[in-house]
């Protein structure tokens, strides 16, 4: 774990259950929630339970599941912020499963 990993970082007191979140679905390494400031019908955040360990195809397989569950036929989008130019505000990596409504490319 890093330095900031448990009780400095949002995302592991959302997965040790100690801030509420709306929680979607999880697996055995990744939990999903519904992000707090939704850009989208649909915006849900994927994140290994775990701070620094994560499976990537685990969080791909349970976005899709989730995606299908939401009924995003017309499309979906994953995105991960990685750093400042990013935007990226919480630093324990997540994916950002956002649809339900056409979206522009490039992003902004
Ligand atoms: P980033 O900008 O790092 O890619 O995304 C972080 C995301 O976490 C933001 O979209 C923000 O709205 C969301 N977020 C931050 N704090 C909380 C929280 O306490 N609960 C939930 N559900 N989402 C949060
Ligand atoms: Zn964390």
């Given at each position: 774990?890093?330095?900031?990993?448990?009780?400095?970082?949002?995302?592991?007191?959302?997965?040790?259950?100690?801030?509420?979140?709306?929680?979607?679905?999880?697996?055995?390494?990744?939990?999903?929630?519904?992000?707090?400031?939704?850009?989208?019908p649909?915006?849900?955040?994927?994140?290994?339970?775990?701070?620094?360990?994560?499976?990537?195809?685990?969080?791909?397989?349970?976005?899709?599941?989730?995606?299908?569950d939401?009924?995003?036929?017309?499309?979906?989008?994953?995105?991960?912020?990685?750093?400042?130019?990013?935007?990226?505000?919480?630093?324990?990596?997540?994916?950002?499963l956002?649809?339900?409504?056409?979206?522009?490319?490039?992003?902004?």
């Amino acid at each position: 774990m890093s330095e900031d990993a448990g009780r400095d970082c949002v995302f592991c007191r959302i997965a040790a259950g100690e801030i509420p979140a709306q929680r979607v679905a999880e697996s055995a390494q990744v939990l999903a929630f519904r992000d707090l400031n939704a850009q989208a019908p649909t915006h849900v955040l994927l994140i290994p339970k775990q701070h620094v360990v994560a499976s990537a195809g685990e969080m791909f397989e349970l976005a899709a599941a989730i995606a299908r569950d939401e009924k995003l036929d017309q499309g979906w989008r994953l995105v991960t912020n990685v750093g400042p130019h990013a935007g990226q505000t919480v630093h324990h990596l997540h994916l950002h499963l956002i649809g339900g409504r056409p979206m522009q490319w490039p992003p902004g």
